[in-house]
């Protein structure tokens, strides 16, 4: 409808090429994409009005040019309602990179002149963009005629969600609602939300506690149903599955579990462990090998202090560490052919990298 008509003007105007070129988006485009310009329509046009009146701002305390002196403010006929005030604010209107503004303004233009003449419509959007261009509704209205949004145009969805085309000519004026509410007028509430007021025209839904999945109250006495982790107890309220307590367990074998509130995780149990239940060398069931429990407490086996001495090779000597033990050669021996030769004296010697190199034997128990 808004095509045609505005066609109809175009016509008048012997704007033939328009005129065609609308006929052509009516036919070739989905009413859909049609919907979606009328929205973009309105949001152009708010924009040109928007900036008309900050336009209408930023001039307010210009004036011809010159100086701003009594004589003149006298002398030449008002700035205030010139069309030079006029024509600096136009030139504000549109982004020039912006063709939808451009074009609404170029179309239109000649609406402007009678709007700032004949001063007696303050409000320019609602007089442009919703009674004289007709791409805009008023608050609370969508649609080409402007009909009530869903839930009435006093407030739309019922204050719980978004009309579609609220203020403009397009959209289905349906409810989008806001997180907490559902259905056709946003009065219902969606799961994990309760009521907490409610008549015909206004719904308050506020969040259930973390435990129930739907309910009718605050409390974690108010679960309809609990959520997953959490479990009814005697009382009928929703409590924590500890999740830990399971058989069998259900984290991995070198891991521990950790509950929490309507969940649990799995840690890894220390190196010095062989299976655990909790963290640290405390908690293990049984130790790594190259440790063993001293007190509860997996700690490293020291095996160069051992009875049976660990490097047996002549001129080597032990070091332990973490977990394990290393045969290196004594101090001036080096090893060759996995054996300890002592290291040619100084002035002797071959070259300088074979001095210096030292192999060391690790040897795992
Ligand atoms: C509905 O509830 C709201 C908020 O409590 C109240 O302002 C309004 O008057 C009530 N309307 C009716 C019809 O009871």
Not at 243 to 258: A, N, Y
Not at 352 to 362: A, L, S, Y
Request: proline fraction near 3%.
């Amino acid at each position: 409808m808004l095509c045609l008509s505005r066609a109809w003007r175009l016509l008048i105007d012997l704007r033939l090429l328009r005129l065609l070129s609308c006929i052509f988006l009516v036919f070739e485009y989905q009413a859909a994409e049609c919907k979606k310009d009328l929205k973009s329509a309105c949001s152009t046009c708010r924009q040109i009005t928007d900036n008309f009146n900050k336009g209408f701002e930023r001039t307010a305390n210009q004036n011809f040019g010159g100086g701003n002196t009594a004589w003149e403010e006298r002398k030449l006929s008002k700035y205030e309602t010139s069309e030079i005030r006029l024509m600096e604010i136009i030139e504000g209107l549109c982004d020039s990179s912006s063709f939808e503004c451009n074009q609404m303004l170029e179309e239109h233009e000649e609406h402007f002149e009678s709007w700032w003449f004949k001063r007696k419509n303050p409000d320019l959007h609602k007089w442009f963009c919703i009674e004289t261009i007709e791409v805009c509704c008023p608050k609370g209205t969508f649609g080409p005629d402007c009909n009530a949004c869903f839930g009435g145009s006093e407030r739309p969805c019922h204050g719980n969600g978004q009309c579609d085309g609220e203020g403009t000519r397009g959209g289905n004026g349906k409810c989008n609602c806001d997180s907490g509410y559902k259905g056709e007028f946003c009065l219902d509430c969606s799961d994990g939300y309760f009521n907490e007021e409610r008549n015909n025209t206004f719904s308050l839904c506020t969040e259930c506690h973390a435990s129930c999945k739907t309910c009718n109250g605050p409390n974690h006495q108010d679960c309809d149903e609990c959520k997953d982790g959490w479990e009814e107890d005697d009382n009928e309220a929703c409590v924590d599955v500890n999740e830990c307590t399971k058989d069998p367990s259900v984290c991995k074998e070198d891991e521990h579990c950790l509950n929490s509130e309507g969940s649990f995780s799995c840690k890894a149990c220390d190196k010095v462990c062989t299976g655990c239940s909790g963290p640290g060398p405390e908690n293990c069931k049984a130790c790594a090998s190259g440790y063993q429990d001293i007190e509860g407490k997996c700690s490293d086996v020291d095996e160069c202090s051992q009875h049976e001495p660990v490097c047996t090779k002549e001129h080597q000597e032990c070091i332990n560490t973490q977990g394990s033990f290393l045969c290196i050669c004594a101090y001036g021996y080096e090893e060759e052919n996995e054996e300890c030769v002592q290291k040619p004296l100084l002035g002797e010697c071959k070259t300088t990298t074979e001095e210096t190199t030292e192999t060391t034997e690790h040897v795992e128990l």
